[in-house]
């Protein structure tokens, strides 16, 4: 995944201030439809980052470059 492309602070929570955050990379899959629909390719997938914070709980999630493209297309997501 594209980090250096995403704003976002890896070093500090932005709940608590705690600076022991977790990542990992994973994909969505079909049990995860229901947080990101239609993101994926064929089979529904698409990247994400998951950032923890270990001190509060506070868990973020970043979709890959070509999930947020589908999503500005897709009829499922609105802007807000």
Known sequence: MERNQMKMNLRQCPECEGER??????????HTAVLWPRLGGFWGTTPLLV???SDCGLTRFYVGGEGREKMKRSAKWRPV
């Open 21 to 30: 955050l977790y990542a990992t990379e994973t994909q969505t899959w079909n």
């Open 51 to 53: 950032v923890v914070c």
